[in-house]
Each structure stands twice: as C-alpha cells, then as structure tokens.
C-alpha cells in the first residue's frame, strides 16, 4: 500500500516537472518572439517622425515647409556673417544661399523618408535609423 | 473678450527685476507659466508616485504610463543605449505636452506659442547632441558628415550641405512646435470672433453664429490632440538627434 502511495507521489512530481517544464520551454518562446519583435520594432519603428505621427495634410506640410525654410535660412544667415566677417560680398551670400537651398530639400527628403538619415553608412542602410 | 486674435500672445511684465547689457529682465506672464507648469508637473509626478501601490489607481496609472510612453519612444529611436538620456527626454515631453495643454484654458497663456521658448529648448538638445558627439566619438562625431560611398569629387559639397543640414535642425525643430501652437490659437481665436460678431448681429446672427461656433468645438477637439502630438514630435525628434550623437555613421 506504501508502494502504490510512493508510486503516486512519483509519478505525480514527474508529471508536475514534465508540466513545469513544457510551461517553461513556453515562456521561453514567448520571450524570444517578444525580444525579435523589440528588435524589429527597433529597426522600422524608428526611422523618424514621419511614423510616429498619422499626420494630416496639414500638419504634414508644415512639417515639410518648416525643413525647408530652415535649410535656406541657415544657410543665407552663415554665407551673411561670412560676407561680413572676410569682406568678400556677395560670394558668401551666393554660394551658401545655394547651398542651403541643397540641405533644406534633402531635409524635406529626409524628413519624408525618401532618403536615409546621415547615420547610416554601412550594414544598417534602409529605414533602420 | 478680445477681438485681437494676437492679443493672447502679449508678454506683460510683472516685476522688473534687474538689467542686463541694456536688457531689461522682468517676471513676466510667460515666466509665471513657466513656473506652474514645472510646479504642475513636479507635484503630478511625486503625488503619483507616493503611494506606489502595486496595482496602481488612476494618478499612478498617469505616471506610469506616461513613463512607459517616453521610455518606449527613446528605446526605439535611441535605442537601450540613450536610455541614459531618458531623464532628459521626459523633462523635455512633460514642460512641452503641459505647456501646450494648459494653453487651451481660456484666457490662460501658451509658453510654447512663443518662439523664443521653442528656440532655447531645440538649441538646449543641439549643444547637448554636438558635445555628447564629440565626447564620447571624439573626432569620429565628423564621420556624420560624410556620407558612404559618394565620389571624391564632389564631397566637399556634398560635405557643406550635411553639415548646413544638421544646422538647421534647431530651426525646424523650434519652429514646428511653435507654428503649430500660434497657428492653431489664432485659428481659434477667429472663429471665436466670428461667434460674437454674429451673435451681436440680431437674430439671424445668432442663428448664423451656430456655424462657426460648431467649428470652435470641432477645433478645440484638433487642437488638443495637436498639443499632444506636437509635444511627441519634439520629443521624438530629440531622440532621433541623440541617436546621431550614440552612433555616428560607422
């Protein structure tokens, strides 16, 4: 009668351990699919503004007008101190107007996800950002 | 009420406290709703967070999930690595979504609707980007600049043109914040207007002021979730900075 009692217990931890195990096993899954979708979420979720907002049309051009009128304005208000600094006017003015009319469009491109960011030279091309 | 729709941005001085280089420095309405707004959010935070309960009721909720919302936007566009950062990102989210929300109680004053408060925060993040960059890359921050893979001929201009490009990230990361706040409360303040210039109009008036005041309701709903979308928006922009700063090209 012993027997058959310690029987049972055993046959019960084992099948609690094999119970135990399997649920294991299962979280372990579990995990390593969340951990790949934080990984992939971390490489397309990131690549900027542009998808963190359902923007309207609005906000959306906004959004892009504001990247170009700031490309030209910085770009004007540095080729106007270099003018004013080295006394060689209008050159400064000319060249980095140009220039800055440059940076605000592959800001728009940038900012529209067109184009990749600048910290991605490499492995990590793409919309990873 | 006041038919100006300007008139809500004026800055009024308080107390004139000193001068500074023919400045004059004053405590002004701006900076008394500065003052609330940390006040406001640094009472928020520590009342939440006192209790600490571990199935949390609604105050603790806000913080949490407050939390959870900027630590999950800094991890995925920074990465685990600007979570070092996160102090600073939060300060940053809570003054901005705060400042905008309290702007949309009538008669109170929007901080972020003025430019040079949206200015100050974006060139706050630009310093703190350009010298985390070079102390923790040293030299190799520059490699941001250099894009892989273009011909040496023209990399000089390609060069210039990153690096005007990075300069005028201050500008249109002030400037979105601020146009959006000053734009949606002139827009307001118009159809407001529109209501009491109807309404004083005779009965056909009053019929006609329904339309626009319809439109104000409809607004004020865009507008509150404009503030919190902006908000988000500079805060993204903030980690999506700090990542150039974490990992220059490579």
């Known amino acids: ?129 | 009420m006041q038919l100006d729709p300007i008139h809500q941005f004026e800055i009024k001085n308080f107390w004139p406290l000193f001068n500074l280089g023919g400045h004059q420095i004053s405590f002004t309405n701006s900076a008394l709703y500065m003052f609330i707004i940390v006040a406001l959010v640094s009472l928020l935070l520590i009342g939440c967070t006192t209790r600490r309960a571990v199935v949390p009721g609604r105050l603790q909720s806000i913080a949490e999930i407050s939390y959870e919302f900027v630590a999950n936007t800094v991890r995925s566009s920074a990465g685990t690595e600007g979570m070092k950062f996160f102090p600073f990102v939060f300060t940053l989210f809570m003054f901005v979504l705060c400042a905008n929300v309290i702007g949309l109680i009538p008669y109170s004053f929007t901080v972020t609707s003025q430019l040079i408060v949206t200015v100050c925060l974006a060139l706050l993040v630009f310093f703190i980007v350009v010298g985390y960059g070079f102390w923790r890359n040293g030299l190799h921050f520059l490699n941001l600049f250099v894009p892989k893979g273009v011909p040496k001929l023209i990399l000089p201009a390609i060069v210039a043109i990153e690096v005007l490009s990075f300069m005028s990230r201050p500008i249109s990361h002030s400037v979105r914040l601020f146009a959006n706040m000053l734009a949606g409360h002139i827009t307001l303040q118009v159809f407001a207007g529109f209501v009491i210039m109807l309404g004083g109009a005779g009965v056909l008036g009053i019929f006609g002021a329904t339309l626009p005041f319809i439109m104000v309701v409809l607004l004020f709903a865009l507008e509150l979730l404009v503030a919190f979308l902006q908000a988000y928006v500079f805060a993204i922009l903030t980690c999506i900075y700090l990542n150039d700063a974490i990992h220059p090209g490579h």
């Open chain 1, 1 to 129: 009668m012993s027997d058959a009692r310690e029987n049972g217990d055993w046959d019960r931890q084992q099948a609690s351990e094999a119970a135990l195990s399997a649920r294991l096993q299962r979280l372990n899954e579990g995990l390593g699919q969340a951990r790949d979708q934080a990984r992939n979420g971390h490489s397309s979720d990131s690549s900027g503004a542009q998808r963190a907002a359902p923007a309207s049309g609005y906000a959306k051009g906004l959004r892009l007008s504001s990247e170009l009128v700031a490309g030209v304005l910085v770009g004007a208000g540095i080729g106007w101190l270099l003018d004013r600094w080295l006394g060689i006017s209008p050159w400064g003015l000319i060249v980095f107007l140009l220039l800055g009319f440059a940076a605000g469009i592959l800001n728009v491109m940038r900012s529209a996800g067109l184009i990749a960011g600048p910290a991605l030279g490499g492995p990590r091309q793409g919309p990873d950002r």
